[in-house]
């Protein structure tokens, strides 16, 4: 018999990706309520993500906040704009810029991470190990992992936000004089909760999509010592295109949300 | 019986392993010997037939049950599965502290590291983290993993693979002394006739997925069949 349609290889491949990353995530979300809690582990992942990703997370937020307001700037001045840049500038910061760009540095600097040390401990049998020991490592190392980088993510947008909202004031201070409570009593000014709330409820989805692809691509690492630099860089590359599909979600329904 | 999509690696299997004996089983690259000590101990699951341990045919346990089982089985691994984020000591200290059922909670665990360490000859590695140790310290450090759990059954993945002649000599006394210390039931896979011909007291010739031939060292080396004398050329 003809085939009338054949699905490409890819396709097959990415849709039996999808199937296979919602097991994975389905059978977190089974053991996370299992005893036994590994507290101690988890602690200390939280320690490692959080403390490790902290200086990179505070540059680019300071970073950001200057090369934002530089740019910005001129235009404003050309609509005689000038007072809005703080509001303007925390607005974006904190809805949209800090957190996508935290959580796409997040997913470079832990995200892979994850993967490559998942992955080697997959081909070098250390999972195995774990598990013949009577431990269970799926609890043990990927629940403890997506449960720190869910609860860190939040925290670290939270200080590249401060952070960026700084660098801005610097600029603003240097070129426009203006008084650190002057330019502080105007970003919260115009700052609502409903700017905040939505956008930290989705540094949190945000978090959780960098573990989980990062476990999942470890966990599951095949072909050696080469799988584990696969594992690392695909980790990569999946975790940044799911944080656009989140943020575009997010995005409708915040809009949908607030529309009503 | 075991299989990949149309590949048998495991057909009809069939193996005791009787209390205090050393089993030897033998097999070419690919025959699935490690395949059958993986089903053995539950990391890979078997297609049909069963695998009664101490009495419990653990294809149809629950993972808890799988677990309780694993206190009493060690698994020494081909390359020995050292957590390297951990040092030895914590290395060793990583299952005990898992299994309050069968040791209690343990405030210092000192003492039992120790032991264990000092039954491979190693007590002053105790600091060292996996990366610092040469490939026979490794080896002995994992079994020391093993022997922390006190084990009533060790099974060894090619234990001396990897290893020079002279390393491989001091794995296989090991061996021995363990077994004689701690009464182990031991199945040791191996291509190493020296290790089979110093341990084995009873060997199996895996071959095609089944077991081709079973008997003593002696017994199988003075074999008239082509198939079976390739092993000991």
Same mark, same amino acid.
């Given at each position: 018999?003809?085939?009338?349609?054949?699905?490409?290889?890819?396709?097959?491949?990415?849709?039996?990706?999808?199937?296979?990353?919602?097991?994975?995530?389905?059978?977190?979300?089974?053991?996370?309520?299992?005893?036994?809690?590994?507290?101690?582990?988890?602690?200390? *992942?939280?320690?490692?993500?959080?403390? *490790?990703?902290?200086?990179?997370?505070?540059?680019?937020?300071?970073?950001?906040?200057?090369?934002?307001?530089? *740019?910005?700037?001129? =235009?404003?001045?050309?609509?005689?704009?000038?007072?809005?840049?703080?509001?303007?500038?925390?607005?974006?910061?904190?809805?949209?810029?800090?957190?996508?760009?935290?959580?796409?540095?997040?997913?470079?600097?832990?995200?892979?991470?994850?993967?490559?040390?998942?992955?080697?401990?997959?081909?070098?049998? *250390?999972?195995?190990?774990?598990?013949?020991?009577?431990?269970?490592?799926?609890?043990?190392?990927?629940?403890?992992?997506?449960?720190? =980088? =869910?609860?860190?993510?939040?925290?670290?947008?939270?200080?590249?936000?401060?952070?960026?909202?700084?660098?801005?004031?610097?600029?603003?201070?240097?070129?426009?004089?203006?008084?650190?409570?002057?330019?502080?009593?105007?970003?919260?000014?115009?700052?609502?909760?409903?700017?905040?709330?939505?956008?930290?409820?989705?540094?949190?989805?945000?978090?959780?999509?960098?573990?989980?692809?990062?476990?999942?691509?470890?966990?599951?690492?095949?072909?050696?010592?080469?799988?584990?630099?696969?594992?690392?860089?695909?980790?990569?590359?999946?975790?940044?295109?799911?944080?656009?599909?989140?943020?575009?979600?997010?995005?409708?329904?915040?809009?949908?949300?607030?529309?009503? | 019986?075991?299989?990949?999509?149309?590949?048998?690696?495991?057909?009809?299997?069939?193996?005791?392993?009787?209390?205090?004996?050393?089993?030897?089983?033998?097999?070419?690259?690919?025959?699935?010997?490690?395949?059958?000590?993986?089903?053995?101990?539950?990391?890979?699951?078997?297609?049909?037939?069963?695998?009664?341990?101490?009495?419990?045919?653990?294809?149809?346990?629950?993972?808890?049950?799988?677990?309780?089982?694993?206190?009493?089985?060690?698994?020494?691994?081909?390359?020995?599965?050292?957590?390297?984020?951990?040092?030895?000591?914590?290395?060793?200290?990583?299952?005990?502290?898992?299994?309050?059922?069968?040791?209690?909670?343990?405030?210092?665990?000192?003492?039992?590291?120790?032991?264990?360490?000092?039954?491979?000859?190693?007590?002053?590695?105790?600091?060292?983290?996996?990366?610092?140790?040469?490939?026979?310290?490794?080896?002995?450090?994992?079994?020391?993993?093993?022997?922390?759990?006190?084990?009533?059954?060790?099974?060894?993945?090619?234990?001396?693979?990897? /290893?020079?002649?002279?390393?491989?000599?001091?794995?296989?006394? /090991?061996?021995?002394?363990?077994?004689?210390?701690?009464?182990?039931?031991?199945?040791?896979?191996?291509?190493?006739?020296?290790?089979?011909?110093?341990?084995?007291?009873?060997?199996?010739?895996?071959?095609?997925?089944?077991?081709?031939?079973?008997?003593?060292?002696?017994?199988?080396?003075?074999?008239?069949?082509?198939?079976?004398?390739?092993?000991?050329?």
């Amino acid at each position: 018999m003809n085939t009338i349609l054949k699905i490409p290889e890819p396709v097959q491949t990415f849709f039996a990706e999808i199937g296979e990353l919602s097991y994975f995530s389905g059978r977190f979300f089974k053991e996370v309520f299992k005893k036994p809690y590994e507290f101690r582990e988890f602690l200390r *992942q939280c320690y490692n993500m959080g403390n *490790q990703s902290l200086l990179l997370v505070a540059v680019t937020g300071f970073i950001i906040g200057l090369v934002f307001t530089l *740019q910005s700037r001129p =235009t404003l001045q050309q609509f005689g704009a000038v007072s809005w840049m703080p509001s303007m500038v925390s607005i974006s910061i904190i809805r949209e810029i800090g957190p996508i760009i935290t959580a796409l540095i997040c997913a470079g600097r832990i995200g892979s991470g994850i993967g490559a040390e998942l992955g080697s401990m997959r081909v070098t049998e *250390q999972i195995d190990a774990m598990e013949v020991s009577g431990t269970n490592p799926f609890k043990y190392l990927v629940v403890t992992r997506i449960l720190a =980088t =869910t609860l860190m993510l939040p925290i670290l947008v939270f200080f590249a936000d401060a952070i960026a909202i700084y660098g801005s004031f610097l600029v603003e201070n240097t070129k426009g004089n203006v008084s650190f409570l002057l330019y502080y009593n105007l970003v919260f000014k115009h700052l609502e909760f409903s700017d905040l709330i939505p956008s930290t409820i989705k540094t949190f989805f945000f978090g959780f999509a960098i573990g989980l692809v990062g476990c999942f691509k470890g966990y599951n690492c095949k072909k050696g010592t080469a799988g584990v630099g696969i594992a690392a860089n695909s980790a990569v590359v999946y975790t940044s295109m799911l944080l656009f599909i989140i943020d575009f979600i997010a995005v409708l329904v915040t809009d949908i949300f607030y529309s009503l | 019986m075991k299989s990949y999509g149309d590949n048998n690696v495991l057909n009809g299997f069939n193996m005791e392993l009787y209390e205090g004996e050393n089993l030897v089983i033998m097999g070419k690259s690919g025959s699935g010997k490690s395949v059958m000590i993986k089903c053995l101990i539950g990391l890979e699951e078997v297609d049909s037939g069963s695998i009664e341990i101490m009495g419990k045919d653990i294809v149809k346990l629950e993972r808890d049950e799988m677990d309780e089982i694993r206190t009493e089985i060690g698994f020494l691994f081909q390359g020995s599965a050292l957590y390297d984020s951990m040092s030895v000591r914590e290395n060793l200290e990583f299952p005990l502290r898992r299994h309050p059922k069968k040791f209690g909670i343990i405030e210092d665990t000192t003492p039992l590291v120790t032991e264990a360490l000092q039954s491979v000859g190693l007590e002053d590695a105790i600091n060292l983290m996996p990366s610092e140790l040469s490939g026979g310290m490794k080896r002995r450090i994992a079994l020391a993993r093993t022997l922390i759990l006190q084990p009533k059954i060790i099974l060894y993945d090619e234990p001396t693979t990897g /290893l020079d002649p002279i390393t491989s000599k001091e794995i296989i006394m /090991l061996m021995q002394s363990v077994q004689k210390k701690y009464k182990t039931s031991s199945l040791i896979i191996t291509h190493d006739v020296d290790c089979a011909r110093v341990i084995a007291n009873r060997m199996i010739l895996l071959i095609d997925g089944i077991n081709y031939i079973e008997g003593t060292f002696q017994e199988l080396s003075s074999s008239k069949d082509a198939k079976v004398q390739a092993f000991f050329k």
